[in-house]
């Protein structure tokens, strides 16, 4: 099992390419690389309109937009009702997203 984990998670997170984060890979988002790949990106799909306009029938293309904001297992919003500890994840997880 950890043989086949460390060869899957390597795959998954720095050559894997995810529609949630633009089919960018988790390692570019992560490392601050996204906007330069989002770049290279856009520079292969000019070529390709330069060499074959009619295959784009409606428009130049673009690459998908990169999100703002990315992650799994978002904490829930804490509202006065609920009866989490004060000191719980969850309202730290809070506190810190109402300052940003």
Same mark, same amino acid.
């Given at each position: 099992? &950890?043989?086949?984990?460390?060869? #899957?998670?390597?795959?998954?997170?720095?050559?894997? &390419?995810?529609?949630?984060?633009?089919?960018?890979?988790?390692?570019?988002?992560?490392?601050?690389?996204?906007?330069?790949?989002?770049?290279?990106?856009?520079?292969? *799909?000019?070529?390709?309109?330069? *060499?074959?306009?009619?295959?784009?029938?409606?428009?130049?293309?673009?690459?998908?937009?990169?999100?703002?904001?990315?992650?799994?297992?978002?904490? &829930?919003?804490?509202?006065?009702?609920?009866?989490?500890?004060?000191?719980?994840? *969850?309202?730290? #997880?809070?506190?810190?997203?109402? &300052?940003?």
């Amino acid at each position: 099992a &950890r043989a086949f984990c460390q060869i #899957f998670f390597a795959w998954y997170n720095d050559e894997h &390419r995810h529609s949630g984060i633009g089919y960018m890979t988790p390692a570019a988002m992560h490392s601050g690389q996204a906007q330069q790949c989002y770049a290279a990106h856009q520079v292969v *799909l000019d070529g390709a309109f330069e *060499l074959n306009p009619a295959r784009f029938t409606q428009r130049r293309p673009v690459p998908p937009a990169l999100p703002t904001a990315a992650g799994i297992n978002w904490p &829930r919003p804490v509202s006065d009702a609920d009866t989490a500890p004060a000191n719980s994840t *969850l309202n730290y #997880f809070q506190a810190v997203s109402h &300052r940003a």
